[in-house]
């Protein structure tokens, strides 16, 4: 499929179709991964709630069944200091819930943890040697970065502003995720926490596309072919899409997770720090109306999660984070190859036919 009016990503990756399946934590594992890879796209497999173990095991079975490049994914976050104030008054928030559903507020409090990326993690990609590796948060240090471009891999990693693609760009990156404010998941931004400096993906390629020299994936609310044609005719060489692989039978997704997909109301998504300490989008349920999808008292990235776990043990759809992007009423059921060769062939029919 070399029609497309920009190859650069096919050409850069080793890829045949311009299409990137989202590393989402949680949801993808090695089928994904593995299905996404086969049909001509590019598989990513999420590493952040991964041991280095399991990520080794995950990415020797990808090895195993395909040949195809794949990319790995991490985060870049720095590990909090410790708050027990904030950590304390976080829970006093929740007290009611505790006693409303019969879970032991006396009880120590579950660690929620995302895992950065680190020397452990360097060794895995030196030893298992993906063709791509991706990051959220901006990019580690100098030296880990160094090693994983010695093993010959590509980087890539996500902008939410212009400013933070002008970054990665002047750091190394190969090239770059735009990532607009329709995006489901994490933002992945970095400069600076301002919620106000999110931009929308149809608004934000461009501008990225204008201000940097390497390629420019397009991420956040393409979930069918409109979505893939818009996002090259704006500049994009490739687009990641996520929140519509969540349909597919290879994503791991809670029986809550699997109904608010398939019944929430298009406007039902926000952007909420309440799960994790740093905004990410998802469907609303009720702690997000109830507490307010933002709150200053949630704990910093990855800690908020842990005062959450018992109640999310009573009560699964109210308590746990659904994430979405603005897009997922688009979501159609069908496997993971299907969508990956729908997106590029119904994608390319739309650009080449335009008048």
């Not at 173990?53 to 790995?72: A, D, F, G, M, S």
């Not at 895995?124 to 030296?143: D, M, N, T, W």
């Not at 990855?302 to 979501?331: H, I, V, Y």
């Given at each position: 499929m070399k029609q497309w009016p920009d190859t650069r990503i096919l050409d850069l990756l080793g890829i045949e179709l311009p299409i990137i399946q989202a590393p989402m934590a949680g949801a993808t594992n090695s089928s994904m991964v593995i299905a996404a890879c086969n049909a001509g796209g590019l598989g990513s497999m999420p590493a952040a709630m991964l041991s280095t173990e399991q990520l080794r095991e995950e990415l020797k079975t990808i090895r195993q069944h395909t040949q195809h490049p794949i990319n790995v994914n991490f985060f870049c976050h720095q590990p909090p200091a410790a708050d027990e104030q904030r950590a304390k008054e976080w829970k006093d928030l929740l007290q009611p819930y505790y006693q409303e559903l019969g879970a032991d507020f006396e009880a120590p409090t579950p660690v929620s943890n995302r895992a950065p990326f680190d020397h452990a993690a360097c060794e895995v990609i030196e030893a298992l040697r993906p063709?791509?590796?991706?990051?959220?948060?901006?990019?580690?240090?100098?030296?880990?970065?160094?090693?994983?471009?010695?093993?010959?891999?590509?980087?890539?990693?996500?902008?939410t502003t212009v400013a933070e693609a002008v970054w990665l760009e002047q750091h190394g990156c190969d090239a770059i995720i735009a990532m607009g404010y329709e995006a489901g998941g994490h933002r992945g931004m970095f400069l600076n926490d301002d919620l106000s400096s999110q931009v929308g993906t149809f608004a934000l390629v461009p501008q990225v596309v204008d201000a940097v020299k390497v390629p420019v994936i397009a991420a956040g609310g393409i979930a069918d072919a409109r979505g893939v044609a818009a996002a090259f005719m704006l500049g994009a060489s490739a687009v990641q899409v996520g929140t519509a692989y969540l349909f597919t039978p290879e994503a791991k997704v809670s029986a809550s997770h699997h109904k608010a997909l398939r019944t929430a109301k298009e406007s039902e998504t926000a952007v909420t720090n309440l799960f994790t300490g740093r905004p990410a989008r998802g469907i609303l349920n009720r702690v997000m109306r109830e507490l307010g999808p933002m709150s200053a008292k949630a704990p910093a990235f990855p800690l908020a999660g842990g005062a959450l776990m018992p109640l999310r043990a009573k009560d699964e759809a109210d308590f746990s984070n659904l994430w979405a992007g603005q897009a997922f009423t688009l979501g159609v059921e069908m496997s993971t190859a299907q969508l990956t060769r729908k997106l590029a062939e119904e994608g390319l029919e739309r650009l080449l036919n335009r008048a």
């Amino acid at each position: 499929m070399k029609q497309w009016p920009d190859t650069r990503i096919l050409d850069l990756l080793g890829i045949e179709l311009p299409i990137i399946q989202a590393p989402m934590a949680g949801a993808t594992n090695s089928s994904m991964v593995i299905a996404a890879c086969n049909a001509g796209g590019l598989g990513s497999m999420p590493a952040a709630m991964l041991s280095t173990e399991q990520l080794r095991e995950e990415l020797k079975t990808i090895r195993q069944h395909t040949q195809h490049p794949i990319n790995v994914n991490f985060f870049c976050h720095q590990p909090p200091a410790a708050d027990e104030q904030r950590a304390k008054e976080w829970k006093d928030l929740l007290q009611p819930y505790y006693q409303e559903l019969g879970a032991d507020f006396e009880a120590p409090t579950p660690v929620s943890n995302r895992a950065p990326f680190d020397h452990a993690a360097c060794e895995v990609i030196e030893a298992l040697r993906p063709e791509v590796v991706s990051f959220h948060f901006a990019l580690p240090e100098k030296s880990l970065l160094d090693r994983v471009k010695a093993t010959g891999a590509k980087v890539l990693s996500s902008a939410t502003t212009v400013a933070e693609a002008v970054w990665l760009e002047q750091h190394g990156c190969d090239a770059i995720i735009a990532m607009g404010y329709e995006a489901g998941g994490h933002r992945g931004m970095f400069l600076n926490d301002d919620l106000s400096s999110q931009v929308g993906t149809f608004a934000l390629v461009p501008q990225v596309v204008d201000a940097v020299k390497v390629p420019v994936i397009a991420a956040g609310g393409i979930a069918d072919a409109r979505g893939v044609a818009a996002a090259f005719m704006l500049g994009a060489s490739a687009v990641q899409v996520g929140t519509a692989y969540l349909f597919t039978p290879e994503a791991k997704v809670s029986a809550s997770h699997h109904k608010a997909l398939r019944t929430a109301k298009e406007s039902e998504t926000a952007v909420t720090n309440l799960f994790t300490g740093r905004p990410a989008r998802g469907i609303l349920n009720r702690v997000m109306r109830e507490l307010g999808p933002m709150s200053a008292k949630a704990p910093a990235f990855p800690l908020a999660g842990g005062a959450l776990m018992p109640l999310r043990a009573k009560d699964e759809a109210d308590f746990s984070n659904l994430w979405a992007g603005q897009a997922f009423t688009l979501g159609v059921e069908m496997s993971t190859a299907q969508l990956t060769r729908k997106l590029a062939e119904e994608g390319l029919e739309r650009l080449l036919n335009r008048a």
